[in-house]
């Protein structure tokens, strides 16, 4: 059984800081590249970082590049995601999953959406 538990978020003033932890289990972590996504209330769920299987290279959201660092420990099967100069409209739930071979979708097979964590950007 797959599992992605995400924790850290919180509520955080404009211009503040976070940092979201994911815990893998139930599959062969470091043979998949990770993704964090968001949704935000009324929203689609988007993308908004990823990183590939050896952490070797990362990807942003044009919304969260420069401020957003997404990294991966392989022998803890922890992702993270480090979000510096928080905006209002970072307010959603973050989710993590493991993306398949386009680096941009869930891996089907990993069942379906997690809990994930809400971060709340208020002043």
């Known amino acids: 059984q797959v599992q992605l538990v995400e924790s850290g978020g919180g509520l955080v003033q404009p211009g503040g800081s976070l940092r979201l932890s994911c815990a893998a289990s139930?599959?062969?972590?470091?043979?998949?590249?990770m993704g964090w996504f968001r949704q935000a209330r009324g929203k689609e769920r988007e993308l908004v970082a990823s990183?590939?299987?050896?952490?070797?290279?990362?990807m942003y959201a044009d919304s969260v590049r420069g401020r957003f660092t997404i990294s991966r420990d392989n022998s803890k099967n922890t992702v993270y995601l480090k979000m510096n100069s928080l905006k209002p409209e970072d307010t959603a739930i973050y989710y993590c999953?493991?993306?398949?071979?386009?680096?941009?979708?869930?891996?089907?097979?990993?069942?379906?959406w997690g809990q994930g964590t809400q971060v709340t950007v208020s002043s």
């Open positions: 139930g599959f062969t972590f470091n043979y998949y590249a």
């Open positions: 990183i590939t299987n050896d952490g070797g290279a990362n």
């Open positions: 999953k493991a993306l398949d071979w386009s680096g941009d979708y869930p891996v089907a097979q990993f069942g379906s």
